[in-house]
């Protein structure tokens, strides 16, 4: 069994900054990617930004330039700064990684996902 640990998150004005963090656990072999997703009401879920073991990024446009994944292989965590965050950004987070168990299989998992609200 493979759990996904969010914390961070909260209310902040626009401008401002907020660390999402992101911690794996079980039976792990390997995470090949590590990164975050979001979902506003009545909206998708959809990608924010991944990380894979080698350390290439994949962000979507709209956090191009103002949030930064960064991740530690040792401690399997993953780690999403934000700045300069707009009202825009207000959603609920969700960590996400594929994991490779013990017995070499791969599979997709979700954190309970973390709110950010981004107001004035």
């Known amino acids: 069994q493979v759990q996904l640990v969010e914390s961070g998150g909260g209310l902040v004005q626009p401008g401002g900054s907020l660390r999402l963090s992101c911690a794996a656990s079980g039976s792990i072999f390997s995470i090949p990617t590590m990164g975050w997703y979001r979902q506003a009401p009545g909206k998708p879920r959809d990608l924010v930004a991944t990380?894979?073991?080698?350390?290439?990024?994949n962000y979507a446009d709209s956090v191009k330039g103002r949030f930064t994944i960064s991740r530690d292989n040792l401690k399997r965590t993953v780690t999403l700064q934000m700045t300069s965050l707009r009202p825009e950004d207000t959603a609920d987070y969700y960590c996400?990684?594929?994991?490779?168990?013990?017995?070499?299989?791969?599979?997709?998992?979700w954190g309970q996902g973390t709110q950010v609200t981004v107001s004035s």
């Open positions: 990380m894979t073991t080698s350390g290439r990024t």
């Open positions: 996400n990684a594929d994991v490779e168990n013990l017995r070499f299989v791969l599979r997709n998992y």
